[in-house]
């Protein structure tokens, strides 16, 4: 019985420390996305550095390409969508 509790407490050591080294892993993952959607949206702002309308929409268009070649989540875009009538 004693040997039987010594082996299910090291099975509890190991899983848990596996766990513990999966935490930093999905954390590199998720700044590295946010670095690359940062770089996406500064390269697009060099493109297309202008404060008008059809600026903002083509950076808006240069971002989402940039991301979707990346296989990145979508951002909100700059240009808010026209309000809808009811």
Request: proline share 9%; net charge positive.
Given at each position: ?86
């Amino acid at each position: 019985m004693h040997v039987l509790s010594i082996a299910i407490c090291m099975l509890c050591v190991v899983g848990a420390s596996e766990g513990r080294a999966q935490a930093p892993n999905l954390l590199q993952q998720s700044q590295n996305a946010w670095r690359l959607m940062d770089a996406c949206r500064a390269q697009a702002r060099r493109q297309f550095p202008d404060y008008t309308v059809k600026a903002k929409a083509q950076r808006d268009r240069a971002t989402k390409l940039c991301l979707a070649s990346q296989n990145l989540p979508p951002a909100v875009p700059e240009m808010p969508k026209p309000p809808q009538k009811q």
